[in-house]
């Protein structure tokens, strides 16, 4: 009987039973993501799912997914640039299996699945400007021996990051603030660190009673540029130019610019050289001697497109913020702003209520229109 059942099992044809097989109700294939039934989204609980994953299986079994799976949510537990997440990652891998016996295993990248995975790990850290540490080149030796390929990108990764790490002059805190008003005085500081004595003042719309935003305004502008508004031709109106961006690390801040005329250039045909009429200096201005600027030398204010004259960011980044900040520029040491028309050219607009990139407004025609 046994015979007669077996030999009736071999002449039937395969396909019936792979297809019996594999039949069921539930067609759709269910994933399990250990990171998304956790109600509280911390470094504890990020820290909790990797150690209930190593102890689940001794041999580690989809160590390579769950490393990919566990770096995409690194932003959203708020662990993107903590140096003892990453280590717990890369303690994830098995111990010594992956270490080249001979030289052919370690020219052609044994196991190159595990390898370009903790590449990848470390291509994060240095997305995210994490420095590794001693113990983590200790961890990637034990797992993948002194020929691996992500001991020789940790080597090059502790060579050039120290010397990145402090090479800006514009250094930011390891924590940006959370208060735009703070990013955004922290950006003006940043762009008009070329000149030295230039003074950052804090606004508020609301002392204007015409404005309509009711926000907060970051101005920065120094004595020179106070001396080249007050030298200005009455007949060439300024001109707002903006949004444009600064970056924060990952945060971006819009600020605008007061654009100026150009002053003419100065030629001076006298002989350097001859020192039988030395003239006295002319001082500095706004301190010892004459107020008027130089006009030998232009100011770093003074680009090709024109001259600088003040710059700003607004909480709304809207035409009525930026008309009450002409405004109250006028009210605090600026009185030539009330001879003076200007032109707003803002050629991306953020918001609803700001004018489109053809169109232009002066300051003249809201005074009119109201």
């Not at 041999?59 to 662990?79: N, P, S, T, W």
């Not at 196991?111 to 850290?125: G, I, N, S, T």
């Not at 600064?246 to 100026?260: A, N």
Request: one cysteine or more; glycine letters at 4%.
């Amino acid at each position: 009987m046994a015979t007669k059942i077996l030999r009736t099992f071999l002449r039937s044809k395969p396909s019936n039973y792979i297809t019996k097989r594999y039949e069921s109700k539930e067609k759709s294939l269910i994933t399990y993501d250990p990171f998304w039934n956790k109600s509280k989204k911390d470094k504890s609980s990020y820290l909790e799912v990797i150690k209930m994953f190593e102890g689940r299986d001794i041999r580690r079994r989809g160590h390579v997914e769950f490393i990919y799976a566990a770096l995409k949510q690194m932003d959203e537990f708020g662990v993107k640039k903590d140096l003892e997440a990453y280590k717990a990652l890369i303690d994830v891998l098995p111990k010594g299996k992956f270490i080249p016996t001979n030289i052919f295993q370690a020219e052609f990248m044994h196991y190159p699945k595990q390898q370009q995975c903790a590449v990848d790990l470390l291509e994060q850290m240095e997305d995210n400007g994490v420095i590794p540490d001693t113990e983590m080149e200790q961890m990637l030796l034990n797992i993948f021996g002194r020929r691996g390929i992500p001991l020789r990108k940790f080597w090059r990764m502790m060579y050039w990051m120290p010397k990145f790490k402090n090479l800006s002059p514009w250094l930011l805190p390891e924590k940006l603030p959370d208060n735009t008003l703070d990013l955004a005085k922290m950006a003006i500081q940043r762009i008009m660190s070329v000149d030295p004595t230039v003074k950052i003042n804090i606004y508020q719309t609301e002392e204007i009673e015409a404005s309509i935003d009711k926000t907060w305004i970051v101005s920065g502008q120094s004595e020179t540029q106070k001396s080249l508004l007050a030298e200005q031709n009455q007949k060439q109106p300024l001109v707002v130019k903006g949004p444009f961006d600064v970056y924060m690390r990952d945060q971006v801040v819009t600020y605008f610019t007061l654009i100026g005329e150009i002053r003419p250039e100065h030629k001076d045909n006298r002989d350097i050289d001859d020192v039988s009429n030395i003239d006295n200096p002319p001082g500095i201005p706004g301190y010892i001697g004459s107020t008027a600027i130089p006009t030998i030398y232009n100011t770093v204010h003074e680009q090709d497109d024109g001259t600088i004259v003040a710059i700003c960011a607004t909480g709304t980044s809207s035409r009525d913020s930026l008309l009450s900040w002409i405004r109250l520029l006028e009210k605090y040491g600026n009185p030539s702003l009330s001879e003076l028309a200007v032109i707003f050219t803002l050629t991306s607009p953020s918001s609803s209520d700001m004018i489109t990139q053809d169109s232009q407004v002066t300051v003249d025609d809201e005074k009119r229109a109201e």
